[in-house]
């Protein structure tokens, strides 16, 4: 079955960099668009990120991270990457990633709700201290 496993938080100073990862093990990649969520304690889950499945380059955005967050994958490696910069305190949270599988539709439509993501890590800790 598909599994994912984050990696990559930690505690870094603000307006430093993070890179997180996130592999996707028991399917391929290609067939996954794969999200970045995340959660605060007693918050609700929230949209960070998405990249789409293979046929497709979309990637999308959260307004409060565009321009300092970057989603990629890397097939080869059955990987996704959420690379951070000019990090703020106000990002941290636990960090997920989740996964979809790829649909007919000819275009790629993102989706920014938890509920679509059947696939989850257990989570990542990102720390920005000031």
């Known amino acids: 079955q598909v599994q994912l496993v984050e990696s990559g938080g930690g505690l870094v100073q603000a307006g430093g960099s993070l890179s997180l990862s996130c592999v996707l093990s028991?399917?391929?990649?290609?067939?996954?668009?794969v999200g970045w969520f995340r959660q605060l304690p007693e918050s609700e889950r929230e949209f960070v990120a998405d990249?789409?499945?293979?046929?497709?380059?979309?990637?999308t955005y959260d307004d409060s991270v565009k321009g300092r967050f970057t989603i990629s994958r890397d097939y080869a490696k059955n990987t996704v990457t959420l690379e951070m910069t000019s990090l703020k305190v106000e990002d941290s949270a636990v960090y997920f990633c989740a996964a979809r599988p790829r649909t007919a539709n000819t275009y790629y439509i993102t989706n920014k709700f938890p509920s679509a993501y059947a696939y989850w890590g257990q989570g990542t800790q990102v720390t920005v201290s000031s």
């Open positions: 028991g399917r391929p990649l290609y067939d996954y668009a």
């Open positions: 990249i789409s499945w293979s046929g497709n380059s979309v990637t």
